[in-house]
């Protein structure tokens, strides 16, 4: 899944943003989902995972309680909104095809950048 990500920005710490990913080439409703992130110089890593039917969800223990993963199959879209944002949150955001808390597809977006300043 090479999908397009969105929303993204630069935001105060304590501020929200909602980021949107939507796959144009495939539908792909059928698919578990993830967004994932990386900051300069770190590896790429998990945020959250939303199954195919939007049931069950869950989250790096870093973003827990501030950030929720959600779905809307009939716009194709997944979304995450982020709120309490926090400056150790900056990096590109990233949406793929997820088998757990690993991305199944090794092809990625441009990704959206998260900004956070302190």
């Known amino acids: 899944v090479q999908s397009a990500e969105s929303g993204g920005g630069l935001v105060q710490a304590g501020g929200s943003l909602r980021l949107s990913c939507a796959d144009s080439?495939?539908?792909?409703?059928?698919?578990?989902m993830g967004w994932f992130r990386q900051a300069p110089g770190k590896e790429r890593e998990f945020v959250a995972f939303v199954s195919w039917s939007g049931v069950v969800t869950y989250y790096a223990d870093s973003v827990k309680g501030r950030f929720t993963i959600s779905r809307d199959n009939a716009k194709n879209t997944v979304y995450l909104q982020m709120n309490s944002l926090k400056p150790e949150d900056s990096a590109i955001y990233y949406c793929n095809a997820a088998r757990g808390r690993a991305a199944v597809s090794n092809s990625w977006g441009q990704g959206t950048q998260v900004t956070v300043s302190s």
């Open positions: 080439g495939r539908i792909f409703s059928n698919d578990n």
